[in-house]
């Protein structure tokens, strides 16, 4: 059988297809069937997306959703249906979590819950048999009632090797992910709500083995080139014996560069300089809030900032690439709060080679998402509202639009700031000077 994802590009021109459809189609190859990917580009055209769809011939389309991803795939799922007598479903965080909404928008006719490699090698198999796809687990058909959830994968060296060409990865640049699940609470982020979604059946958090991570990327250097890895796990540095086993073997039989995610209370000086010599180059670490009381109380994330800046002094001097993410705009948060935010990532520039910053937005699954709607914060019309980080969409009692908006004018000086001064340092004393002058502007202006 013949089975299409389709990659919906939103905002950049290249960025990691979602993992999941690699992994599921791996487990369709390896049991006979087709499978290939078909990327959206923003700038195609709904009438070429259509036209390149019927083209291929699916048999059955798939299409992994993110909610920021939700509003131009219903649109161009809206459109590819009536041209192309394929079955489509829908998969990933959104259609998880908000499954009924996916169910109801026309064109879909099933939703993936949770895990999808199984479920949709037994969606294959009953489609290419003409057999019925009611009952089977984790899948949603249109017009019928919520299906049981199957445990999950386990253990996950089960699950063949991602398919590569799925990815649509560049230069020798892979990405990889080494676990499901997060063992942290926190209220803004989905990665948790699985955990939530399967607490009844059996423990979601899984981690592959160490040989397992490594032996992949072994295939990869054997088949290809293999110059940098970016490693997609929420908190890579969780379970430290897992950690320095890592940094031991990928050290001695591989030490190519890598980056991954991670969060300042669960790395120490050790641990950074094992990361740093098993070749770890960049780790990003999410600050969040400058305010304490909005990380420990809102955001159930309880680092101190001495803590924090304790890490990333730390991590600069092990020869490590240190980003910060922030986020604007969270429900219960002040002016106040906002503006030790500010302070924070002043002060951390000393060591931040760069840091982002995204104005919050309440994703369907998590618990913030859920406070947002029993108190009144979104509008009537959020359903139909394209997902962002540029700007609030939320109605809420302590903070205004103008106020969100006004800090993130701010940190996108203060960014520029950083840039200009980094870039001033490699140039002439005039092009310095020239520089300083516009760094004054913008401070002024912003």
């Known amino acids: ?63 992994s959703l993110t909610t920021r991803q939700w509003l131009r795939a219903r649109v161009l799922v809206g459109a590819i249906r009536p041209e192309i007598d394929a079955p489509i479903i829908a998969g990933g965080l959104h259609p998880t979590f908000s499954p009924t909404q996916v169910l109801e928008t026309p064109g879909f006719d099933y939703v993936c819950l949770g895990e999808g490699e199984e479920a949709m090698l037994d969606l294959v198999t009953a489609l ?23 445990p999950p994968i386990q253990p996950m060296d089960d699950l063949p090797f991602m398919a590569r060409d799925m ?23 989905a990665a948790r709500m ?38 997609l796990d929420e908190t890579f540095t969780i379970y430290r014996r897992w950690v320095r086993e890592f940094c031991s073997v990928y050290r001695e039989r591989l030490a190519i560069p890598f980056s991954i995610h991670a969060r300042v209370e669960t790395v120490n000086e050790k641990l950074i300089g094992e990361l740093a010599a098993a070749g770890c180059k960049h780790i990003t ?35 490590i690439m240190v980003t910060a993410n922030y986020m604007l705009g969270i429900p219960g948060e002040t002016r106040d709060d906002l503006q030790q935010t500010y302070d924070l990532a002043t002060e951390l520039q000393e060591h931040a080679l760069d840091f982002g910053y995204f104005v919050f937005y309440p994703y369907p699954g998590t618990t913030l ?17 394209e997902a962002n980080h540029h700007e ?21 000086a203060l960014r520029e ?30």
């Open 128 to 150: 290419e048999n003409g057999e019925p796809t009611s009952g089977i687990d984790n899948i949603w058909k249109a017009g019928e009632e919520r299906p049981a959830l199957r």
């Open 285 to 319: 670490y999410g600050v969040e809030s400058g305010s304490l009381r909005v990380r420990r109380d809102i955001m159930q994330r309880a680092a101190s900032n001495e803590r924090i800046k304790k890490t990333f002094r730390r991590t600069r001097e092990a020869g």
């Open 392 to 412: 609030s969409i939320l109605n809420l009692p302590n903070l205004t639009r103008d106020e969100i908006s006004e800090y993130y004018d701010r940190f996108t």
């Open 167 to 189: 990815l649509d990865e560049y230069e020798g640049c892979v990405h990889m992910t080494t676990q499901r699940g997060c063992p942290f609470p926190c209220t803004y982020c």
């Open 369 to 385: 998402f859920r406070v947002c709607l029993d108190n009144g914060y979104l509008p009537d019309d959020y359903l139909g509202r």
């Open 417 to 446: 700031r950083q840039s200009l001064q980094r870039a001033g340092a490699c140039l002439s004393d005039e092009a310095q000077a020239t520089i300083r002058d516009s760094v004054e502007q913008i401070a002024t202006t912003g």
């Open 194 to 231: 699985y955990n939530e979604l399967y607490e009844d059946i059996a423990n979601y958090g899984r981690r592959r083995s160490v040989g397992s991570v490594v032996e992949e990327l072994l295939e990869i250097r054997r088949d290809g080139t293999l110059a940098y890895v970016i490693f």
């Open 1 to 63: 059988m013949k089975v299409l994802f389709a990659e919906i590009d939103t905002a950049r021109q290249w960025a990691c297809a979602s993992i999941g459809p690699a992994f599921i189609a791996a487990l369709l190859r390896a049991a006979g069937h087709d499978a290939s990917l078909y990327r959206a580009r923003k700038e195609d055209t709904q009438s070429k997306i259509v036209s390149d769809i019927r083209a291929a011939g699916p048999d059955l389309i798939g299409v």
